[in-house]
């Protein structure tokens, strides 16, 4: 195998385990000196930036402290909004973890978007990360507005935009998103600006 091969390899046995933002920097789509870079062109202060680090982190902690593996759940935090998407096996699974993330401070609301459902596979996780991707690249390709302005999160091909944005970012968003293939539906859960 050829020594350029390598990375490709890396990649392809790490892309289900990296989020959308590693995959970005990984790919060489986003270049720049890392969270600076991110933090200097986001919408959010930098103190609610790192509030939404700390959210994301806190909450991973507790619901794996509290449900082990019996859930998967993801948390997403964008201007102290929280999305849960992932799945767990019963309702009272899935509000435990909700009340979970609500108890950790500076969260302002929770969307809870945990399916009742076995936990998805490992292919279906690559495939979801393989469509974010695909809509961030898009989104860069568009010009229409600054990429790190709006989250992409999919789950089971479900298309979650988050963000600080004009409603117009928002359709052009939604609309890049819904011809994206893959994408089974969109749901904003934007905060807007005007």
């Given at each position: 195998?050829?020594?350029s091969?390598?990375?490709?390899?890396?990649?392809t046995?790490?892309?289900?385990?990296?989020?959308?933002?590693e995959?970005?920097?990984?790919?060489?789509?986003?270049?720049?000196?890392?969270?600076?870079l991110a933090?200097?062109?986001?919408?959010?202060t930098s103190?609610t930036?790192?509030e939404?680090?700390?959210?994301?982190?806190?909450?991973?902690?507790?619901?794996?402290e509290?449900?082990?593996?019996?859930?998967?759940?993801?948390?997403?935090?964008?201007?102290?909004?929280?999305?849960?998407?992932?799945?767990?096996?019963?309702?009272?699974?899935?509000k435990e973890?909700?009340?979970l993330?609500?108890?950790?401070?500076?969260?302002?609301?929770?969307?809870?978007?945990?399916?009742?459902?076995?936990?998805?596979?490992?292919?279906?996780?690559?495939n979801?990360t393989?469509?974010?991707?695909?809509?961030?690249g898009?989104?860069?390709?568009?010009?229409?507005?600054?990429?790190?302005?709006?989250?992409?999160?999919t789950?089971?091909?479900?298309?979650?935009?988050?963000?600080?944005?004009?409603?117009?970012?928002?359709?052009?968003?939604s609309?890049?998103?819904s011809s994206?293939?893959?994408?089974?539906?969109?749901?904003k859960v934007?905060?807007?600006?005007?």
């Amino acid at each position: 195998m050829k020594n350029s091969n390598w990375g490709w390899l890396l990649l392809t046995l790490l892309l289900p385990a990296l989020s959308g933002c590693e995959v970005l920097v990984a790919t060489g789509i986003i270049t720049g000196v890392g969270t600076g870079l991110a933090v200097s062109e986001d919408r959010r202060t930098s103190g609610t930036f790192v509030e939404d680090e700390g959210i994301e982190l806190k909450s991973a902690k507790y619901i794996r402290e509290n449900l082990g593996t019996n859930v998967h759940a993801n948390v997403t935090s964008f201007n102290r909004n929280v999305l849960l998407t992932g799945e767990a096996p019963t309702e009272a699974m899935k509000k435990e973890v909700e009340n979970l993330v609500k108890g950790i401070n500076n969260v302002r609301n929770v969307t809870n978007e945990i399916t009742i459902a076995n936990a998805s596979s490992l292919i279906s996780r690559s495939n979801d990360t393989l469509i974010t991707m695909k809509i961030k690249g898009r989104f860069l390709d568009s010009g229409r507005f600054q990429i790190n302005h709006i989250k992409v999160v999919t789950e089971s091909g479900v298309v979650y935009l988050l963000g600080l944005v004009k409603r117009q970012e928002a359709e052009s968003a939604s609309e890049i998103a819904s011809s994206t293939s893959g994408a089974l539906k969109i749901v904003k859960v934007f905060e807007y600006l005007d």
